[in-house]
């Protein structure tokens, strides 16, 4: 499990969470994307990487709330 720094609403319906994830924030490139489990059984969808910091070592991830594990994830 990787632990929830920051996550909040930041228009209604799109949410933004940061994560710590040392090892992908060191890797992360533009353009480049995690997949996202938000139970540990639960179904993996794709999100793009926001915005990282290798110094933090989080990575930044914004979603819309469509549907199942939008819906967990944004709880
Ligand atoms: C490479 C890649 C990167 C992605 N990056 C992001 C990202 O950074 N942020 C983000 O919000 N999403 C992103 N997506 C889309 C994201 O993966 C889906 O929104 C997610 O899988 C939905 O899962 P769910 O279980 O919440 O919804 P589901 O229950 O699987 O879907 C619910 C319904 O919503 C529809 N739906 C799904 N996505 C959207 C959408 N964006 N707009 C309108 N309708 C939609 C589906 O067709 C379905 O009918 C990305 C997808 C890919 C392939």
């Known amino acids: 499990m990787f632990k929830v720094i920051t996550g909040r609403m930041i228009v209604p319906n799109m949410h933004l969470l940061t994560l710590e994830a040392p ?7 533009p353009g480049q994307f995690v997949i996202i489990r938000a ?6 969808i794709p999100l ?11 990575i930044t991830i ?3 709330n469509v549907g199942r ?3 967990r994830l944004a709880q």
């Open 23 to 29: 090892a992908v924030a060191r890797e992360a490139k």
């Open 39 to 44: 139970e540990e059984e639960g179904e993996r």
């Open 48 to 58: 793009s990487i926001a915005d990282w910091d290798t110094q933090m070592g989080t």
């Open 62 to 64: 914004v979603f819309m």
């Open 69 to 71: 594990t939008t819906a």
